[in-house]
């Protein structure tokens, strides 16, 4: 157990001394930053990391449309995103049946959340085509109309879809459907570098140390 653990040691120094010696430019990491804030949406963030860094060749304009759709939709105001999907990409809702679908719910469960409860019955009428087309739609247009069956909603089995974090779900979906529309990648390369190096350490670097928890780095020895 002993020449276990002093191998460990052995490996976990040889590996610092490896990651001290690795050069990373500070360019390439403004560059993953920014890809972040660009990629997410974050416009004002964007704008100053862009001023504070240097880093160019953004395109401030279609950050910030993406941006205020973000917002729209997590103020619940799906009406308005809606016009700013289609201003940005009158294709995008075309190409994307399961984003509409999803904006057209949320716009009832809205409509739902603020009392007006014959506006949302008459917009389900809208609704309802394009779930009997689809199983899945379906299902989700019904536990919607759950929510319309009780005077408290809170006693509805489905009641977590008035849960705020919904919104920013959807936000997320509608982000990533204009990104493709412009070719983009609708995940950060943070987002990849951590996966890859989640995989690595899984798979390939099982004889180095593992980082434990990646909100608050911490390293684990391997025996």
């Not at 930053?33 to 004002?44: D, K, L, P, R, S």
């Not at 949302?120 to 319309?148: C, D, H, I, Q, S």
């Not at 705020?164 to 390369?189: G, K, V």
Request: aromatic share 8%; glycine share 2%.
């Amino acid at each position: 157990m002993n020449d276990d653990l002093n191998s460990a040691k052995h490996r976990y120094d040889l590996w610092k001394q490896d990651l001290h010696a690795t050069l990373i430019r500070k360019e390439d990491m403004n560059k993953i930053i920014m890809n972040y804030f660009v990629t997410e949406g974050f416009a004002e963030v964007a704008d100053k990391f862009r001023m504070e860094s240097g880093t160019n060749h953004i395109d401030f304009q279609t950050i910030m449309e993406r941006d205020a759709t973000r917002q729209a939709i997590e103020d619940g105001d799906i009406e308005h995103a809606i016009e700013k999907i289609k201003a940005f990409n009158p294709k995008i809702l075309d190409a994307n049946p399961q984003l509409s679908f999803h904006l057209q719910i949320q716009n009832t469960i809205e409509l739902i959340r603020k009392g007006r409860i014959m506006e949302a019955l008459e917009f389900t009428k809208e609704v309802a085509p394009r779930g009997e087309k689809n199983p899945e739609f379906l299902g989700e247009l019904e536990r919607t109309l759950t929510l319309l069956a009780f005077e408290d909603v809170t006693q509805c089995p489905h009641r977590h879809l008035l849960d705020m974090s919904l919104r920013n779900i959807l936000a997320q979906e509608a982000n990533a459907a204009m990104l493709i529309s412009q070719n983009y990648h609708p995940d950060p390369i943070l987002s990849h570098l951590l996966k890859m190096l989640k995989w690595l350490q899984d798979v390939v670097l099982f004889r180095y140390p593992r980082v434990a928890d990646f909100t608050n780095p911490t390293y684990s020895l391997r025996i």
